[in-house]
């Protein structure tokens, strides 16, 4: 994709939209999974815009992990976008363990999808295409077979990746465009 000026936010717009439209139904529930970093941001914003033509009920869930200086904040964040919008929130908190022996980073990640289970509706994230070149390379890193090795998935279960596409220079550039803030 990688357009710029007002192109790259009708084209990554136009995307989502047909990814979208393939699975959902009128009526269903989004469930966006809301850090309040970049990506989820603009994942945010295109679903606002979706969400009248497309017709779907859309909230976000932000999981509070504790493990930041900062973990009040990025959720205060959310709490502002989402009021700001209209969009209901739900702000989760989970406690993860540092001494777990999967590591940290996976103990989070367990408690993440633990309250992704729960949402009702479609969760929707916003990995994107450089996500999954990291998944891979890590995989690889750690001896995966054929299976851990496998792609994620644009549409899994009840997950939808509408981003999953897109790079992360896309994203960057609907940002710019839309002048979205983060953090």
Known sequence: ??????????E??????ASLARRIAAADTLSLGLSGGRDSVVLFDLLLELRAPLAFDL???HVHHGLSAHADDWAGFCERLCAEHGVPLVVERVAVA???ARGLEAAARAARQAVFARQPGWLVTAHH???QAETLLLQLLRGAGP???AAMAQARGRTLRPLLDASRADIDACARERGLRWV
């Open 12 to 17: 990554l717009s136009a995307r989502v939209a």
């Open 129 to 131: 295409r450089d996500d």
């Open 59 to 61: 909230r976000c869930v």
């Open 1 to 10: 994709m990688a357009s710029t000026g007002k192109a790259a936010s009708k």
């Open 98 to 100: 540092r001494d777990d």
């Open 147 to 149: 299976k851990g090795l």
